[in-house]
């Protein structure tokens, strides 16, 4: 006689719990992690925009920081490790889109 018991996965916490929200689905803590090269691209940007430039290179250094952030808020929306961490990334885009469609 052949047994077949399966026993389930404890189940996931669902959207009304905090811990669904700011965890990965391996169950790690996945509100921060050590930023990723646009976040890098964007913060030497936004250095560099501190300094006295030009109309046309602070108008470049612009660029590439909003662009920067445009293409970081879009990898956490489509690849965040949490649902926070996605919505964050939904929050950022829809500024930033918004910023640009209003220039």
Known sequence: MVS?????APARPGPTSASWWFRSPDGDLAIAQFPNPPLFVWFGAWVLGRFDL?????ATVSGVRDGALLVWALDELVRGSSPFRRVVG???????VTALVRR
């Open 90 to 96: 939904a929050a950022v885009l829809a500024v930033q």
């Open 4 to 8: 077949t018991s399966t026993t389930a």
């Open 54 to 58: 030009s109309e046309a290179h602070a």
